[in-house]
């Protein structure tokens, strides 16, 4: 911003100027070069490192958020908490591990259902439509939903060993060695899965995952 002065008039006048010129910035930056294929894979990796939170149901992994501090009791946990936090634990686990079998589709009104994907086809879980035969073994069960539900499985637990609510519950007073392997740990399995996700990406859109486009 430039200030102006008209000494003639004695007013003082306010000028906006850009501060950057995006275009200019842009052009500055130079062209990302990955020439092995090293460089490709780890960088593959760290975008896909970075989206972790979403192969995860946001549902469950806010509702594990929101819930630890009260089942563990701030980490200082007794029986009665510790069970609790286990069955949270087990509870969200087990979420994130079947919604990954779960799909949706939009009508023709706009309106997006969900279902199960199984064996013969799609399931629709929350209305009384029925998708044409072929429509519906697009749907079908595959192998490699199995091999996303036990990553997504991996994921969330890296995800509780993150949280020292619980970690301080299961672990009041951890030795040097559980605290090497609570901290390198979920890092180890966050890469990967990412690895994982990366080669085999995922072509569902659940319950409790990002809705497609279409």
Not at 162 to 182: I, R
Not at 192 to 208: D, E, L, N, Q, Y
Request: aromatic residues 10%; charged residues 15%; proline residues 5%.
């Amino acid at each position: 911003m430039e200030i102006n002065v008209d000494e003639e008039a004695g007013i003082t006048k306010e000028e906006t100027v850009p501060l950057l010129d995006d275009q200019n910035r842009n052009r500055d930056l130079p062209d990302i070069e990955r020439n092995t294929m090293m460089q490709k894979a780890i960088g593959k990796t760290f975008q896909t490192t970075a989206n972790l939170a979403n192969l995860l149901p946001t549902g469950t992994v806010l509702a594990f958020q929101i819930l630890s501090p009260i089942c563990t009791n701030v980490g200082r946990c007794d029986l009665t908490s510790r069970f609790m936090t286990a069955l949270l634990v087990s509870i969200c686990g087990f979420s994130c591990f079947i919604l990954s079998f779960t799909d949706s589709y939009k009508d023709l009104n706009g309106s997006v259902c969900y279902g199960f994907a199984t064996i013969h086809g799609f399931w629709i879980i929350d209305g009384s439509a029925t998708l044409p035969q072929e429509l519906s073994k697009s749907y079908k069960l595959r192998f490699i939903d199995f091999v996303h539900a036990i990553m997504s499985f991996l994921v969330f637990g890296a995800v509780v060993l993150f949280d020292q609510n619980a970690v301080n519950c299961f672990y009041p007073e951890p030795s040097a060695e559980v605290v090497e392997l609570l901290t390198t740990l979920p890092v180890a399995v966050g890469v990967f899965c990412s690895m994982v996700f990366a080669k085999f990406p995922t072509t569902r859109h659940g319950i409790g995952f990002p809705l497609s486009a279409k």
